[in-house]
């Protein structure tokens, strides 16, 4: 059985950082290709960043393009986001996920990230970004 543990979150001010964390079991982690992605209160789950399975090739949607860090240890079955220059706007649930073989870029520009069919997505970890 796949589980997802995300941490990391917290309460942090406009300009601030926090580094997330999300730890995988159940499945051969450096098999896949793993994504974060966010959801605020009244909005769809949105894609934020992603990497393939050796974590050489990273990925991000604009918004968050020169402030995110996605990053990956194998050995520990964790990816890594490091964000700064928070703003308010980014105030949400944010939560990680395998993803397909091929699911993980940028199409016609644009980014893009699909979890796998079987994703159980973990509880999530809140950033709050607030004065």
């Known amino acids: 059985q796949v589980q997802v543990v995300e941490s990391g979150g917290g309460l942090v001010q406009p300009g601030g950082s926090l580094r997330l964390s999300c730890t995988v079991s159940g499945l051969n982690f450096d098999d896949y290709a793993m994504g974060w992605f966010r959801q605020s209160p009244g909005k769809e789950r949105e894609g934020v960043s992603c990497?393939?399975?050796?974590?050489?090739?990273?990925y991000y949607v604009d918004s968050v393009k020169g402030r995110y860090t996605i990053s990956r240890d194998n050995a520990k079955n964790t990816v890594y986001l490091q964000m700064n220059s928070l703003e308010p706007e980014e105030t949400a649930m944010y939560y990680c996920?395998?993803?397909?073989?091929?699911?993980?870029?940028?199409?016609?520009?644009?980014?893009?990230?699909?979890?796998?069919?079987?994703?159980?997505w973990g509880q999530g970890t809140q950033v709050t970004v607030s004065p």
């Open positions: 996920a395998p993803l397909l073989p091929i699911g993980c870029g940028y199409r016609n520009g644009h980014y893009y990230s699909t979890p796998v069919d079987f994703v159980k």
């Open positions: 990497l393939g399975w050796s974590g050489t090739s990273t």
